[in-house]
């Protein structure tokens, strides 16, 4: 439930400009989670989240952000607990790269991935403990593969 809870507050901080932790927790609502401020204030540290200002000129949460670095998105998700308790194996299968998780962590982990915005991905299908990442070529799964290795090591 944890991580069920964490994927989508990281999904419903990039779809939408949440300010405060009541906003957050009244929108985790909306989407059936029965959670409290503080356990939404637990998440928040876990997930290293910090605020930004947003389109509107306001500030939201957002996921974290190394400074002066190239890499930053990629390394700021790295450091994610989602991703790196989760995942166990990555292998690739043509232009299918499968992930394998922890039981019941597949959704959390394809979640964190897919907010990396990886120009390789076509699409993503989690199940319970197996993501499926479709790749347009060969290549770009031999890619994939990489960048998800270097995210989890």
């Keep these: 439930m944890k991580s ?15 300010d405060t932790q009541d906003e957050l927790v009244s929108k985790l609502q909306e989407i059936g989670f029965n959670v409290t401020q503080a356990t939404v204030s637990r998440d ?19 996921l974290p ?5 190239d890499e930053a998105p990629l390394k700021a998700r790295r ?11 990555c292998e690739q299968a043509g232009n299918i ?22 120009t390789e991905i076509v699409g993503t ?12 070529t060969i290549e770009d799964g031999k890619k994939l593969k990489q960048k998800v290795q270097e995210l989890t090591s």
Aim: include cysteine.
């Design 97 to 118: 790269v499968v992930i394998h998780t922890m039981s019941g962590m597949a959704n959390a982990v394809a979640a964190a991935l897919d907010s990396l915005h990886m």
């Design 44 to 62: 928040i540290r876990e997930l290293r989240l910090t605020k930004i200002v947003g389109e509107n000129g306001n500030p939201k949460y957002a």
């Design 125 to 136: 299908i989690a199940g319970d403990d197996t993501i499926f990442m479709a790749v347009r």
């Design 65 to 69: 952000k190394e400074d002066n670095d």
């Design 79 to 89: 450091l994610s607990r989602v991703l790196l308790e989760g995942f166990l194996s």
């Design 4 to 18: 069920k809870r964490q994927s989508a507050i990281c999904k419903l901080i990039t779809e939408y400009e949440i």
